[in-house]
């Protein structure tokens, strides 16, 4: 075993990873590999992957054939017109399509190496360590203090010291010095985009690798959307940090990588189905598209 020297996790060989896996049914950390199609870079330092996947709602297939690395400490945006399969796809990430009836992943999504998907892995382990943020602040109904709080009691996650447990996620959601002198006061007294940080604030609580953030923006003024965008790029240095958008300036200010997706619409059905059409740095996808359609859906013509 080696370890990463940048995080000191350890980076297994493919044997004692296999061997971890199967003692302990968790996602471990090993070295990435490098593949992808022309207009899909590679990523070199991928913490999730996902290869060939295809999502069905019963028979209905609503994405299809995505081939995507996601990489550690960078912030992707996922962007496209609506019913592309953006939302879908980032539940698939950290298996929240699996609490809806008739859902079904087919293909492959890796995490640190390990097939997200196998029966022997906690889905609620995936989920503390693939956090997310959905599109309207959703904080539970009880204090601030609690809502912090109940992640780790709930998953029984060993805490020296809750206050300080408390603290830390607050300050790392840039919500603390507003808060501190009213914990015990209603979540609900907040302001939405105070709401926004408290449930960011609650998610990186259980200590995630990963946020998911799904248009965590859209129900916000253009002042909270600055404080949240602000954020995720301070977040970006300890967490990974997927975000869908349809604001496009919005991936060009935060992403490191942006990945384009559309949606082909069956003749017969008038079906939509989601395909990834190009990924790459944010730069080369909103300055030199490879791909016609993502020039046509940046520069406004469709979408």
């Not at 029984?156 to 507003?178: I, P, R």
């Not at 959307?225 to 990974?240: F, G, K, P, Q, V």
């Not at 300055?287 to 016609?292: F, N």
Request: with cysteine.
């Amino acid at each position: 075993m080696i370890k990463d020297t940048d995080t000191d996790v350890p980076v297994l060989k493919p044997e004692e990873e296999a061997r971890l896996h199967e003692q302990h049914g968790v996602p471990v950390h090993v070295a990435p590999t490098q593949k992808r199609g022309k207009n899909n870079d590679r990523v070199t330092d991928a913490i999730l992957t996902c290869e060939d996947v295809n999502v069905f709602y019963g028979d209905f297939r609503a994405v299809t054939g995505v081939d995507l690395d996601f990489a550690r400490n960078q912030i992707t945006a996922l962007i496209g017109p609506s019913g592309c399969g953006k939302s879908t796809l980032i539940r698939v990430l950290n298996r929240m399509n699996d609490l809806i009836d008739g859902a079904r992943v087919e293909g492959k999504v890796t995490f640190r190496g390990v097939d997200m998907y196998a029966k022997n892995v906690d889905a609620i382990e995936v989920r503390r360590r693939i956090g997310m943020v959905f599109q309207k602040p959703n904080p539970f109904p009880k204090s601030i203090y609690d809502n912090i709080a109940y992640g780790p009691r709930v998953i029984g996650m060993k805490v020296a010291n809750m206050d300080d447990l408390v603290e830390e996620a607050l300050t790392g959601a840039a919500l603390w010095t507003e808060v501190k002198d009213k914990l015990k006061q209603s979540a609900f007294g907040l302001s939405g985009g105070q709401q926004q940080r408290l449930c960011i604030a609650r998610t990186i609580a259980v200590k995630p690798d990963v946020i998911l953030m799904d248009e965590p923006c859209s129900a916000l003024d253009p002042i909270a959307t600055t404080r949240i965008e602000d954020l995720m790029a301070e977040l970006r240095r300890n967490y990974t940090i997927v975000i869908v958008t349809h604001n496009m300036q919005q991936a060009a200010r935060v992403a490191d990588r942006t990945a384009f997706f559309t949606a082909l619409a069956d003749e017969g059905t008038g079906d939509r189905t989601g395909v990834l059409v190009e990924y790459g740095t944010t730069t080369q996808i909103f300055e030199s598209p490879r791909d016609q359609r993502t020039e046509d859906y940046i520069s406004g013509r469709f979408g």
